[in-house]
């Protein structure tokens, strides 16, 4: 019998059909603001399925490990079954998002993008930080769980920090890791202190081995897909990685239109990703983005 083996806000996760597999059933559902923003929009889960298979495939054929088996229905990704790692591994080209937030520095004064010559790892805790007010004592917790306390119509409590922002002790050198909010320049004493997720030595060699050549890989894809505007540029991306049933580390969850920022001729205001959503541009053209988007995807070559 097939199960249910977690809801997440935009997909499923069900047993598989062999044992140490899941599928992944995307939902037709976008979401933005860590939940605070939320839309059902038709035929969505089929193009984010389709994208996340051809960007998953592209990415096994370029040597990387993923947990990623094929594709097994409009909607639903086979998949090994993985105990996730808690984090966010963020890749950037350019300056953009959240990144000028922490960093207003890298905003340049004429509105373009500064690019990196060498992409910049940042790294984020999928677990909540919850504090004063919003708590007596300062705690983590699932998203999830921190939603259904302290979301309300769209809003969430003051003193709760939704993906924070980690300053490892690769960068630190202290034995936590420090949490900071992620909308704000990082410096001083963090929020909060917590357990490494993963050693330094692990950390590095998932970034070196799994995350920056992933995103390499789809940088030179996108980079081979042309527009009218110029061919796509892969501004950023967030991977999440799992532990496989053999106990390797292996990029795992999905990579697809709300994963990354692309923008063909590396010009913003020409975005395609779900930053329209985010946003709040109409749905219709938001539906349209994602469409266009599956073609492109269609096109990475294997
Ligand atoms: N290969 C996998 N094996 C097991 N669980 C997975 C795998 N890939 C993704 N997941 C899990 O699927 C769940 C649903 O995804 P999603 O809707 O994106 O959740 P979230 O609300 O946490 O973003 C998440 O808990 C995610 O960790
Ligand atoms: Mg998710």
């Known amino acids: 019998m097939e199960e249910i083996l977690a809801e997440g806000k935009t997909k499923a996760v069900l047993t598989g059909p062999r044992p140490d597999t899941v599928f992944l059933e995307a939902r037709h559902r976008l979401t933005g603001g860590d939940a605070a923003r939320v839309a059902e929009l038709e ?3 089929v193009h984010k399925t389709r994208q996340a298979a051809a960007s998953l495939g592209y990415l096994a054929a370029a040597g990387i490990e993923t947990a990623f088996l094929e594709q097994a229905s409009p909607t639903r990704l086979l998949c090994l079954a993985c105990e996730m790692i808690p984090l966010e591994f963020v890749v950037r080209r350019f300056a953009w998002g959240s990144y000028l937030k922490r960093n207003p520095e890298a905003k340049k004064p004429d509105g373009t993008p500064l690019r990196f010559d060498d992409p910049v790892c940042e790294l984020f805790h999928k677990h909540s930080l919850v504090l ?3 708590s007596a ?10 939603r259904g306390l302290y979301l309300r119509d769209g809003t969430w409590a003051e003193g709760v920090f939704t993906d924070p922002y980690i ?26 202190e917590t357990k490494p997720v993963l050693s330094d030595a692990v950390l590095q060699s998932v970034f070196g081995e799994i995350i920056l050549p ?10 081979a897909v042309e527009t009218l505007h110029g061919a796509v540029a892969l501004v950023d991306i967030k991977f999440e990685v799992g532990r496989a049933p053999d106990g ?14 692309i923008w063909p001729g590396a010009d913003p205001t020409r975005q395609l990703d779900k930053q329209c959503f985010r946003d709040g541009e109409p749905l219709a053209q938001v539906q349209e983005n994602y469409a266009i988007v599956t073609e492109l995807t269609n096109q990475f070559a294997a």
Not at 178 to 188: A, E, M, T
Not at 248 to 257: E, P, T
Request: aromatic share 10%; glycine share 4%; net charge negative.
């Open 43 to 45: 035929e969505i889960g």
């Open 132 to 134: 004063p007010p919003a």
């Open 137 to 146: 004592a300062a705690e983590m917790m699932r998203e999830d769980e921190a």
């Open 167 to 192: 300053a490892t002790s690769l960068e630190t050198s202290q034995e936590l890791w420090g949490l900071y909010d992620q909308r704000s320049p990082v410096s001083g004493a963090p929020l909060f």
């Open 214 to 223: 992933a995103f390499a890989a789809l940088e030179r894809a996108w980079a």
């Open 248 to 261: 390797k580390l292996l990029l795992a969850d999905v990579v697809d239109n709300d994963s990354w920022r």
